[in-house]
C-alpha cells in the first residue's frame, strides 16, 4: 500500500530525524482548502447497543445517500440486512434498527457523485471482527473486567517524577526465557511471579522491581499490517499502519476473532498494571493511514481527512503515502475525541504522538485542554518533527521548536540523544560517550531539560519548562544502545568498554531535568543484532532475552538503583524552569568530554543539601574540583547504590575513566 519501497522503509522505522526524506511538492502546486461542511456538536458516536434497539450514524456530508450493512459473522458473504440511513442538518445520516442485534457485524456504505464507495466498519469504530474489516455490536459492558469501575490511576504526586519505558508487547513477552504463559499478548503484562529458569523476575514483577513509573506501549490500536488470521506464522509488525485508531489490535489479543476478547483482554492489562503502581501511555499515530484510498476516512468523506493538492496527489509528509489534516474541523474533532475515549473508556494515563509536527499546534493544544479536564497528571508528548514536506503553514505545526507554544505537552530531545551517542544520520559517528569533543553543551542542554540556562550555548532553548523534555539516548527504531555503541567503536570493542558507556549513557538520562525514557531490554544489555530498523524482523532480532537479567545483573542493579537515586531525590526533577536556573550550576571543568554539575541550595526541596553529578566519558581517568564538603558516594566506577557506596571528603576530586560519579551531601 506505500508508495514505494523508500517510502516504506521510510515510514515503517519511523525515522527520529528532522530530515526531509520526501519530495517536497512541485512548484505551483496548491493544497485543497478544507470543505465547507457542516461539524456535528455532539461526540462522535456511530453504533450505540441496547437489547431493544441499535442506533447508527456516520458523518459523512458529501454523501447523497448512505446504508447500513448488517453480517451475521466477520466473514459472511452477503449482509443479512441493508438498511438506508436518513440525511440530517449537520452532515450526518443516522438509523435506528429495532431488536437485538448483540453479535452481528456491520459496515457503512455511503454514494458519492453517483458512485457507491467500498464498504468501512466507520470512522469510529469501536469494536471490530478480525483484521478489523466489519466493525461489531456489542454490549461494552461485557469487556470491563471485575473491579474495572474502581480502577484508578496510580497516584503521581509531582507530574516531573515520571520515568518512562517503551515496550512493543512481542518483544518483552516472547522470549523462550521470560516464564510468561501468553507470550507477545496484552494479558502477558496481567501474570505475576514469572520468573526466568533461575528465579530473576520477569514481567510485570521485573517492571515493579526495575521502579519505573510508566510504560509506554507501541501502537496497540488496531493497524493493518499484521493478518489476524495467520499469527502461527510469527506475523510482527511494530504497528505503525493505522486501520481502526479506536479498538485494540487483535493480534494481541488471545482470540482475534472475538470482538469482545482485544477490549477486555487491553483493559485486563491496564487494570493490572495499574494495581502494580505503573501507568500506562499509550502510541498514538493520527498522522497518517496505512493506506489513504481504502481508509475509512476516505472512504467516507473523499478528500477531507487528508491533506491534498489540487491535482488529487496526497501530501506526504510523513513518508507513507499520506498525510490527515488536523487543522481541518472534524479531523481536529476526531482526534480529541480519540484521545479522550482512550483516557475515558480504557483508563490510558498518557499518549505519545507519532510524528507530531504533522499535527497543527491548535489541535495539540486542544487535546491538552480536553485531557486536563479528565485527569490533568495524564501525560502527552511527542516526536517534534515529520519526515517530509508538509501541507501546511510550517509556523502553525506542533515542531519541537514550538513546543514553547505548547503548556502540558513534551517532546523528544533528539539534542541530549545526537549529543551523548551521535546523529541518526549516520549511525557510525559517535559523539561524547565515544570521546569526541564538542558535545559537551548538547549534553549540558540535554541535562538542564532543554530550558534556557544561562550556562548552557545554544540556539533553541525549545522547552518552557523541563517536563516538556524527553531526555534518552535510544528508542525503539534505531539501534539500541549497545548496538550503537558497537556500531561507533568497531566490533573488536571490549564488552567490558560498551557496558560501560552504556551506564554513563543512562546516568545522563536519568540525572537530566527532563522526562527520563527508557528503551525496553536496555537494562538486560540487549542487542538486535545490528539491526535498527526492526519494524517488522522476526523474535530472534527483536525479542528481550530474560536469560541476560543473569549474565548482566551488574548492568541491571545499576539501572534499578539509578532509578531509585533519582525518584529518591526531587532536585532531579525540579519541575520548573525557574527552580532549575536557581538550583542547576554546572560546575567548571577542564578539556573535553567531561561534563560536571551540582544542585545546589535545596533545602526543602531535597533530602539532601547538595548533590554532585560527573559524566566523564574520556579513556582516562579526569580530576575535578568541587564544593569543599563531606559527601556520601552514591555512584561511583560503574557501581550504584542508594544506600552508598563510602564517602568521599574534600575538593578534589577523580572520576574514573568513561564512568559517572554522583556524590550526595546529607543535610
Not at 464507495?117 to 469504530?125: H, L, S, V
Not at 553529578?613 to 566506577?637: A, C, G
Amino acid at each position: 500500500m506505500k508508495i514505494n519501497q523508500l517510502s516504506t522503509f521510510i515510514c515503517m522505522s519511523i525515522c527520529m530525524t528532522e530530515f526531509a526524506y520526501a519530495l517536497p511538492p512541485a512548484e505551483g502546486m496548491q493544497i485543497v482548502a478544507e470543505p465547507d461542511y457542516i461539524i456535528p456538536n455532539q461526540p462522535i458516536c456511530e453504533m450505540s447497543y441496547s437489547p431493544a434497539a441499535t442506533q447508527f450514524s456516520l458523518w459523512a456530508p458529501s454523501a447523497i445517500e448512505a446504508e447500513i450493512r448488517i453480517y451475521t459473522s466477520y466473514d459472511s458473504p452477503e449482509p443479512e440486512q441493508i438498511v438506508p440511513l436518513d440525511p440530517d442538518l449537520q452532515g450526518s445520516w443516522n438509523q435506528t434498527i429495532q431488536g437485538d442485534l448483540k453479535g452481528k457485524f456491520y459496515t457503512f456504505r455511503v454514494n458519492i457523485d453517483d458512485v457507491w464507495q467500498k464498504e468501512t466498519p466507520g470512522i469510529f469504530a469501536r469494536a471490530v471482527g478480525v483484521n478489523g474489516d466489519r466493525a461489531a455490536i456489542i454490549d461494552f459492558q461485557e469487556t470491563n473486567p471485575e473491579g474495572w469501575n474502581d480502577d484508578i490511576r496510580p497516584a503521581m504526586k509531582n507530574p516531573a517524577d515520571i520515568v518512562l519505558y517503551e515496550m512493543h508487547h512481542r518483544d518483552f513477552s516472547i522470549h523462550a526465557s521470560s516464564g510468561i504463559q501468553h507470550k507477545g499478548k496484552f494479558i502477558a503484562l496481567t501474570e505475576v511471579g514469572t520468573t526466568t529458569s533461575d528465579g530473576q523476575k520477569t514481567g510485570i514483577d521485573h517492571l515493579k522491581e526495575l521502579g519505573i513509573t510508566h510504560i509506554h506501549i507501541l501502537p496497540s490500536f488496531d493497524f493493518a499490517s499484521v493478518d489476524e488470521t495467520k499469527l502461527d506464522q510469527n506475523a510482527y509488525n511494530w504497528g505503525y499502519d493505522p486501520k481502526n485508531y479506536n479498538v485494540p489490535d487483535g493480534s494481541y489479543a488471545t482470540d482475534p476473532y472475538n470482538p469482545v476478547t482485544r477490549i477486555k483482554e487491553f483493559k485486563e492489562m491496564v487494570q493490572a498494571l495499574h494495581k502494580a503502581g505503573i501507568r500506562v501511555v499509550l502510541d498514538v499515530v493520527y498522522n497518517h493511514t496505512f493506506s489513504a484510498a481504502d481508509s475509512p476516512f476516505e472512504r467516507t468523506v473523499p478528500g477531507y481527512f487528508f491533506r491534498m493538492y489540487e491535482n488529487g496527489e496526497f501530501c506526504n509528509g510523513s513518508a507513507c503515502g499520506n498525510e490527515t489534516a488536523s487543522n481541518h474541523r472534524m479531523m481536529h474533532k476526531y482526534m480529541v475525541e480519540s484521545v479522550c475515549y482512550w483516557a475515558k473508556e480504557y483508563h490510558i494515563d498518557g499518549f505519545r504522538f507519532d510524528l507530531m509536527a504533522i499535527h497543527d499546534i491548535e489541535t495539540m493544544n486542544a487535546i491538552r485542554e480536553a485531557l486536563n479536564a479528565i485527569d490533568p497528571t495524564i501525560l502527552t508528548y511527542g516526536e517534534g518533527w515529520a519526515v517530509g514536506k508538509l501541507g501546511y503553514d510550517d509556523n502553525k505545526l506542533a515542531y519541537k521548536k514550538y513546543t514553547f507554544r505548547m503548556p502540558g505537552i513534551a517532546a523528544f530531545s533528539d539534542n541530549l540523544r545526537d549529543g551523548l551517542r551521535g546523529p541518526f544520520s549516520d549511525h557510525h559517528k559517535g559523539a561524547f560517550l565515544v570521546g569526541l569533543p564538542g558535545h559537551e553543551e548538547e549534553v549540558k542542554f540535554g541535562i538542564a531539560g532543554g530550558v534556557l540556562h544561562k550556562q548552557v550555548k545554544a540556539n533553541d532553548f525549545w522547552a518552557a519548562e523541563p517536563t516538556q523534555h524527553i531526555s534518552y539516548v535510544s528508542c525503539h527504531d534505531d539501534h539500541c544502545l549497545r548496538d550503537r555503541l558497537v556500531n561507533t567503536l568497531g566490533n573488536d570493542t571490549s564488552e567490558e568498554t560498551v557496558l560501560k558507556l552504556d551506564k554513563l549513557a543512562q546516568t545522563a538520562v536519568l540525572t537530566s531535568q527532563g522526562v527520563p525514557f527508557i528503551f525496553c531490554g536496555e537494562e538486560l544489555f540487549r542487542t538486535k543484532q545490528g539491526v535498527g530498523n526492526s519494524y517488522k524482523s522476526p523474535d530472534a532480532i527483536n525479542a528481550i532475552p530474560w536469560t541476560n537479567k543473569t549474565k548482566y545483573h551488574d548492568l541491571f542493579q545499576y539501572y534499578k538503583e539509578l532509578i531509585a537515586i533519582r525518584r529518591a531525590h526531587p532536585a532531579f526533577y525540579l519541575g520548573t524552569a525557574e527552580k532549575v536556573r536557581e538550583h542547576l550550576e554546572f560546575l567548571p571543568t577542564e578539556g573535553d568530554n567531561l561534563v560536571a554539575f551540582q544542585l545546589k541550595d535545596i533545602q526543602g526541596i531535597d533530602p539532601a543539601q547538595r548533590i554532585i553529578v560527573v559524566l566523564n566519558s574520556n579513556k582516562t581517568n579526569r580530576k575535578i574540583q568541587i564544593p569543599d564538603d563531606t559527601y556520601q558516594i552514591v555512584v561511583k566506577d560503574g557501581k550504584a547504590d542508594r544506600n552508598g557506596l563510602g564517602t568521599h571528603a574534600g575538593p578534589n576530586l577523580e572520576v574514573e575513566a568513561q564512568s559517572a560519579v554522583i556524590l550526595i551531601k546529607n543535610q
